[in-house]
DNA sequence: CACAATTAAGTTGTGCACAACTAAATGGCG
DNA sequence: CGCCATTTAGTTGTGCACAACTTAATTGTG
């Protein structure tokens, strides 16, 4: 469907606003969940939902962090967090245990079996970008829109309803 | 952090690649979820999530579907659906039915309250499209691009790990 | 018509996201 | 020191995504 163009300041009707709406939440939301299901396959070799294994690039880059350090990296919270650690605990890949210089902060880092994981995971990003049939510079740039997109949704100041400007 | 370049055929090395992944999923992710967090504010005065926004909008669009086909547009399966569905209904916003002509369809439908709420509705897309900060050829172009991904994407031969070609 | 294969919806179980809450430890401040 | 606000994890409850399965209706084929 060719897209209308509506110049200036002129304003769009409001059931075509809600097509295009539809288009944008539609896509952005199939992409994630189509990106989830690719990740899904190639990371079923190595026991990792995409999630987990977010949480494990994170370890194996920093090596050992608190919940709340690895929760600011990934934007996730412990109610998150806790559960997915206890299962990677389970699955031997990290170990967490309190911090003794300040008892309120649990330090997960990747035990052995964790670390030798990464030997594995090397060739994950080689075969998602494959699949995305994307190259590196289509790749980077759209990283850098999503990021700023995701800064503007952060920091935006949505308008009220029927506002107290 | 400057990208790096490398020209032509050359390889990256693994732990750059693997840099570069979590920089990708991170930032898809994470738009994502920031989506849904200004959606789920804008949507609460509406009583609706994300999810159940989406199923609105198609419904608004067409009237009526089976269940298939709410899935078909929305790339959900009843597994999903079934339950939100179950929710809408007890909101009051749609009716499901038993299709007379195959028992085993259901058909879905908006009620009067559920019509009512498109009114309510169409000014989310303008607060959304404001908190995203992109002008309207930007938001063209990015969902272009994301449709572009999910294509790829769900079309994709993954390679196996070590594979009979 | 009988019967196997297919299709549609729903159910069950696992895992993630997030809000709201609790529990425990820490850090200030009078 | 005593006490309170803050910080960090964890828990609980709701809802979504998806795989695997069940149930019932329909279709196709002999």
Redesign the interface.
Do not use: H, K, M
């Given at each position: 469907m060719a897209?209308k163009r509506?110049p200036g300041g002129m304003t769009m009707p409001?059931?075509d606003?809600?097509?295009?709406?539809?288009?944008?939440?539609?896509?952005?939301?199939?992409?994630?969940?189509?990106?989830g299901?690719?990740?899904r396959?190639?990371l079923k070799?190595l026991g990792l939902t995409?999630p987990q294994y977010?949480v494990m690039?994170?370890l194996?880059?920093h090596g050992e962090l608190p919940v709340k350090k690895l929760g600011e990296h990934?934007?996730l919270d412990s109610g998150t967090l806790s559960p997915l650690l206890k299962r990677l605990e389970a699955a031997g890949l990290v170990r967490r245990e309190r911090s003794a210089r300040d008892e309120r902060s649990v330090r997960v880092r990747p035990t052995g079996e964790g670390v030798a994981l990464?030997e594995r995971?090397?060739?994950?990003?080689?075969?998602?970008?494959?699949?995305?049939?994307?190259d590196?510079a289509e790749?980077?740039d759209?990283?850098s829109?999503?990021?700023?997109?995701?800064t503007?949704?952060?920091g935006?100041e949505?308008?009220e309803?029927a506002g107290r400007g």
């Open positions: 897209p509506y409001a059931a606003w809600l097509r295009l709406d539809q288009q944008i939440c539609f896509s952005l939301n199939a992409a994630s969940r189509a990106f299901g690719v990740y396959v190639v070799d995409y977010l690039l994170v194996w880059e990934l934007r990464r995971a090397v060739e994950v990003p080689r075969r998602i970008a494959a699949a995305t049939g994307f590196l790749l980077q759209l990283r829109r999503l990021e700023r997109l995701t503007a949704l952060d935006a949505l308008p309803t």
